[in-house]
T-cell receptor, first 116, second 116 residues
Framework: DQQVKQNSPSLSVQEGRISILNCDYTNSMFDYFLWYKKYPAEGPTFLISISSIKDKNEDGRFTVFLNKSAKHLSLHIVPSQPGDSAVYFC???????????????FGQGTILTVHP | DAGITQSPRHKVTETGTPVTLRCHQTENHRYMYWYRQDPGHGLRLIHYSYGVKDTDKGEVSDGYSVSRSKTEDFLLTLESATSSQTSVYFCAITRQHQKPLNTEAFFGQGTRLTVV
């Protein structure tokens, strides 16, 4: 049972345009959401996050939107650059306190290609 | 850079042999995790640790064991490797925040394991 889903395996965008990556989740206990970027042969790199008490978080060219009623989050990259080409994973956690801290559930990933 | 080193970076092993992967951290973090990455599945949690000698199972723990005898080292052992354990393995740490919901994980470079 995939609790976090990224239904688009790939996305192709022209340089300078907006990239929108989507993620859906089913577990209503998730209260913190994250996006990671991954280049080949490297570990995932933390990009941006949002807690369930917010609906938007912005960091430079990256903005994450959370729609709790729809159990949907999205990552907007504006403007897109060729260096943004990578695999993007969304992830979620449910705060359980104590020893269960920090366990993440990931989506399948979306390959973003930004063309010059 | 969260000071995480994984070794080896690449390994080829035969079916039925035991294999141990090592994760070493230099920042004295309490929480450490092992994930595996497979196409179509994103990253999935294998085991995690919340202190020296304190470990627990994740989503896909069958066929794996872990040990943490020192804060800085978290070992993942495949007791008898199978072809289904061919994967890329990532170690991660979480920095505990004053805001407990903030569960950003920081990953090592990964170990590519091939079981033939």
């Amino acid at each position: 049972d995939q609790q976090v889903k990224q239904n688009s395996p790939s996305l192709s965008v022209q340089e300078g345009r907006i990239s929108i990556l989507n993620c859906d989740y089913t577990n209503s206990m998730f209260d913190y959401f994250l996006w990671y970027k991954k280049y080949p042969a490297e570990g995932p790199t933390f990009l941006i996050s949002i807690s369930s008490i917010k609906d938007k978080n912005e960091d430079g060219r990256f903005t994450v939107f959370l729609n709790k009623s729809a159990k949907h989050l999205s990552l907007h990259i504006v403007p897109s650059q060729p260096g943004d080409s990578a695999v993007y994973f969304c992830a979620a956690s449910a705060y359980a306190g104590g020893t269960s801290y920090g366990k993440l559930t990931f989506g399948q990933g979306t390959i973003l290609t930004v063309h010059p | 850079d969260a000071g995480i080193t994984q070794s080896p970076r690449h390994k080829v092993t035969e079916t039925g042999t035991p294999v141990t992967l090592r994760c070493h951290q230099t920042e004295n973090h309490r929480y450490m995790y092992w994930y595996r990455q497979d196409p179509g599945h994103g990253l999935r949690l294998i085991h995690y640790s919340y202190g020296v000698k304190d470990t627990d199972k994740g989503e896909v723990s069958d066929g794996y064991s872990v040990s943490r005898s020192k804060t800085e080292d978290f070992l993942l052992t495949l007791e008898s490797a199978t072809s289904s354990q061919t994967s890329v393995y990532f170690c991660a740490i979480t920095r505990q925040h004053q805001k407990p919901l903030n569960t950003e994980a920081f990953f090592g470079q990964g170990t590519r394991l091939t079981v033939v």
